[in-house]
DNA sequence: ACCTGAACACCGTTCAAGT
DNA sequence: ACCTGAACACCGTTCAAGT
């Protein structure tokens, strides 16, 4: 038995592996041969699914963009029916994994200047989608299609929020009066402008 | 003449090449040997100077935040004197060093897990009271002791936004409307709260 | 005080060869 | 189709030695 000379799923494997060594040890720890190491591998053999370090990173930051975006739909699907209880769900969600996978938020949000890797930038624009479609749900069907200002401003204080919570600036016990404090700021203002459209 | 056995300066001229490195080519380009090489020294003598690459690294990510704050320092002494007008300069410095220095920026909020520097710590401290601060001034002397939630949020706000910029999630043409929205967000709020304090 | 040069253990990448 | 093993050019770090 042992192991056969073909590992079976040695794609998967790497990932998770690169996903656990980015957490515990951080980015520069996150290298191919000690993934082969881990896998039980020759150090090349990486190389028939990743055809780089950057290859396996961008794979990385797909399955993290994934992850992020399950995490707010689920959030969004167990909250309650008020806009507000929305916008808190997704806060928390949103921090949340800032706080278990920071490394990993850190590797999707690196801006790369000369990298285009298609699959990362889909992955990116559909939780972008997600995050400021949620204050298109509480102004009602008629601004759904613009991406305007204040979804924006919207979503990048839920960027700013996990960000700051990741570096420890926001300690954790002030999480939940940081995020209750962003619903009642931003939640009058949704209304508002609801009824301008109305 | 030529190059003199003692370089003199080398340790602001590593600094100085790093910062070139890190924005032409990213993190993973900065390294000592290369640094050495354009510096003209031996691929051992930075060692004198920055115990290994986290200190230069640290080194590095202060200067950012001095070059930050004293930018937004600039921004405000600029500014009108309606706390709209220095709203809207600090978040347009914020985005503006956010633009031009993506990897800086990205290297100064990396979180790294276990990693604690003292002369970084107290850099990034002295931005994030900074930016803090212009919130503690909208509300008057009597509430600049405590961080505010709504402190948290600002400065969260500010930080996101540059963050999607750099990220080019926010396009560059969308950039004043998206502070212009902000700060028609934020500045009723605060001055609602500045006559609950009075 | 500051710098050099050799040494060591790591890394990414490439490629002929094996199964 | 998938993996191995040797090779090459890079890197960080250490340390005895030079100036």
């Known amino acids: 038995m042992s192991r056969p000379y073909h590992h079976g799923a040695l794609r998967d494997a790497l990932l998770e592996q690169a996903q656990a060594l980015l957490a515990e040890q951080g980015l520069s720890a996150v290298s191919l041969r000690e993934l082969a190491r881990r896998a039980g591998v020759s150090h090349s053999a990486p ?5 780089n370090r950057q290859a396996l990173l961008d794979a990385l930051t797909v399955r993290g963009f994934t992850l992020l975006a399950a995490a707010i739909r689920q959030a969004l699907a167990d909250h309650g029916d008020r806009p507000e209880d929305g916008f808190r769900a997704v806060a928390r969600a949103y921090v949340s994994f800032a706080l ?43 601004a759904t299609t613009s991406v305007s200002p204040l979804r924006l401003v919207v ?23 940081v995020i209750d404090e962003a619903v009642s700021v931003f939640i009058p203002v949704l209304m508002h402008r609801r009824g301008q459209l109305a």
């Open 100 to 142: 278990d996978n920071a490394a990993l938020l850190e590797l999707m949000f690196s801006s790369k200047a000369g990298h285009h890797d298609d699959a990362v930038a889909s992955a990116a624009e559909d939780l972008f989608a997600l995050t400021s479609g949620l204050v298109g749900e509480s102004l009602g069907d008629k």
């Open 155 to 177: 979503v990048s204080t839920l960027q700013g929020i996990a960000d700051l919570a990741a570096a420890g600036r926001i300690q954790p016990d002030e999480i939940d009066s």
């Open 47 to 51: 190389e028939r699914h990743f055809s």
